[in-house]
């Protein structure tokens, strides 16, 4: 499955973004799906994964609260909505995907080519 991740973008403390990933290929509803974060220097971080229905979702405990992720299967997309963005969240984001629900990078089997998020102070 290809998938690509677009939405990034520079916005001010406070604001909101909304990520989308669009697959192609094989059934996406066949995969759950995961979003990472990796800012320089850093490791790439978990930040939400969702189940193939929609139905389970987790959160990294820094984005609980303030990112909510959600999947249309008609539509083949994945989405992560982002509210009260801190200068923190500031980092490459990347879509993966996977067969099980999953906090950990290395269990994922296809990834996106990632899209910049920049927080403002």
């Known amino acids: 499955v290809q998938l690509q991740a677009s939405g990034g973008g520079l916005v001010q403390a406070g604001g909101s973004l909304r990520l989308s990933c669009a697959a192609s290929?094989?059934?996406?509803?066949?995969?759950?799906m995961g979003w990472f974060r990796q800012a320089p220097g850093k490791e790439r971080d978990f930040v939400a994964t969702?189940?193939?229905?929609?139905?389970?979702?987790y959160y990294s405990d820094s984005v609980k609260g303030r990112f909510t992720t959600s999947r249309d299967n008609a539509k083949n997309t994945v989405y992560l909505q982002m509210n009260s963005l801190k200068p923190e969240d500031t980092a490459v984001y990347y879509c993966?995907?996977?067969?099980?629900?999953?906090?950990?990078?290395?269990?994922?089997?296809?990834w996106g080519q990632g899209t910049q998020v920049t927080v403002s102070s």
């Open positions: 969702i189940s193939r229905s929609g139905s389970i979702t």
């Open positions: 993966a995907a996977g067969t099980v629900v999953t906090s950990r990078p290395n269990e994922y089997d296809y």
């Open positions: 290929g094989r059934a996406f509803s066949g995969y759950a």
